[in-house]
């Protein structure tokens, strides 16, 4: 499956509407603005049946770098944007046939 675009979801609102594309990619841009200057400022951000969106603070850390396993890496404390899916969107989510998240299975190598 392939990701949902920006330009994909002007195109889905410019055929079920009609408006012209550039009035559509101005509103699509602008909410999307609207949505990130809140979660910049640490404001959740709640739409209705679908989800909420909120600024979580991860506590600082320590990792290890792959390549190098010896060495420590001191993981900063950061600011992430955690989601929670609405009612319906769970809903949906139930009905999602698995099987076809599921990356196909690896031929074993025989030696």
Same mark, same amino acid.
């Given at each position: 499956?392939?990701?949902?675009t ?6 889905e609102?410019? @055929?079920?509407t009609?408006f012209?594309q ?5 509103i699509?841009?602008?909410?999307l603005?609207?949505i990130?200057n ?7 951000v709640?739409l209705r049946n679908?989800? !909420?969106l909120?600024v979580?603070?991860?506590?600082? @850390? ?5 390549n190098?396993?010896?060495?420590e !890496?001191v993981i900063? @404390?950061?600011?992430v ?6 009612k319906?969107l769970?809903q949906?989510l139930?009905?999602?046939?698995l099987?076809k998240l599921l990356?196909p299975?690896r031929?074993?190598l025989?030696?």
């Open positions: 499956m392939s990701n949902l920006k330009r994909e979801i002007v195109l609102i410019y @055929r079920k009609g012209p550039k009035q559509v990619v101005d699509v841009q602008q909410t603005d609207i990130q809140a979660l910049a400022a640490a404001r959740s709640e679908f989800g !909420v909120e979580q603070v991860r506590k600082q @850390r320590i990792g290890r770098n792959p190098k396993p010896a060495a !890496v900063p @404390r950061r600011a944007v955690k989601f929670k899916s609405g319906i769970k949906q139930k009905l999602l046939d099987t990356p299975p031929a074993k025989e030696i």
